[in-house]
């Protein structure tokens, strides 16, 4: 994971104003027509990249099929688009990968994947607990032993005809991609974007980004005491989600209205999960959008 951090924050100068329409051309040796000096774009402090840039570029990344898998050339591309809606005119900034500020923003796609894998372990650690109050450490009743709890994740794990974490009724196999957990990580990423300066589709790789931070969740707790999970990247979970998002492609227009509202619903809730607790690595998984066949 490439970890970009200067000692001092990157700059680029915006472009002096253009002159107002019929006003005289300045001339060449006169300095009070001169143009304003060029203000400066501190991608650490500037409002415009924190509340439009980077919500929209996340929106654009939750879109893609698998947000691990994006060739450098592309992201450098959607990088310099997204510039170009936030700072119009954009001419004069290029943005090729390996730059410093391909590199500050690449890095600012990696922070998003992390909160994502760790919002999901806190909504699992909450769904564990008492009023999914983490701080006073007290188990539900029916999750006071590891025993409970690595029990409770086996059943979740399901096995290759069903996964249960996958789906809003696991006994109907009603609602794909509807458990509470899996809709309150893509609320997350809802909240996250809310702010995009344009609308990128639907949050297919956002939506596979997120059940795969939900298997890993549960993994760190497979033997009912949580153990330090792998990183979530695209070494160990590139796969998998990419495993993911062809179900999600499977989705049909109801489908994702049914997600998109129950993610949405959870937007600005907090607490833990009320529903099932999702499933650890296998070698084969069942299908989510299919129902499997007896």
């Not at 290029?94 to 923003?105: D, W």
């Not at 998003?112 to 607990?129: N, P, Q, R």
């Not at 059940?211 to 979530?232: C, E, I, M």
């Not at 049914?258 to 619903?265: E, L």
């Amino acid at each position: 994971m490439i970890r970009v951090r200067p000692e001092k924050p990157v700059k680029v100068k915006k472009p002096a104003k253009a002159a107002k329409p019929n006003s005289p051309a300045p001339a060449d040796d006169d300095p009070t027509t001169a143009p304003v000096a060029s203000e400066e774009i501190d991608t650490r402090t500037d409002i415009n990249f924190k509340n439009i840039f980077l919500p929209t570029l996340f929106d654009y990344l939750g879109s893609t099929e698998n947000p691990f898998i994006i060739p450098p050339a592309t992201l450098a591309k959607k990088q310099q688009d997204t510039w170009a809606l936030t700072y119009p005119p954009a001419s004069h900034v290029t943005i090729r990968p390996k730059s410093p500020l391909f590199n500050i923003i690449k890095q600012k796609t990696h922070d998003w994947k992390s909160a994502i894998g760790k919002t999901t372990m806190t909504l699992l650690h909450e769904f564990w607990m008492v009023d999914g109050n983490i701080k006073a450490g007290i188990f539900k009743e029916e999750f006071r032993t590891p025993l409970d709890r690595a029990t409770h994740v086996q059943w979740a794990l399901g096995d290759e005809q069903c996964v249960p974490f996958g789906w809003r009724d696991p006994e109907t196999l009603e609602g794909p991609f509807c458990s509470e957990i899996v809709l309150k990580t893509l609320a997350h990423h809802l909240e996250a974007t809310t702010a995009s300066a344009t609308d990128h589709g639907v949050p297919r790789g956002a939506l596979a980004l997120s059940t795969a931070a939900v298997q890993r969740a549960l993994t760190a707790w497979k033997t009912g005491v949580w153990a330090q999970p792998t990183h979530f990247s695209k070494a160990y979970w590139g796969e998998l989600t990419g495993e993911y998002a062809e179900d999600v492609a499977e989705l049909d227009d109801g489908q994702w209205a049914d997600i998109i509202k129950g993610a949405r619903v959870f937007c600005k809730a907090k607490g833990g999960v009320s529903g099932q607790a999702e499933a650890g690595k296998k070698k084969r998984r069942a299908r989510i959008v299919a129902v499997p066949k007896k």
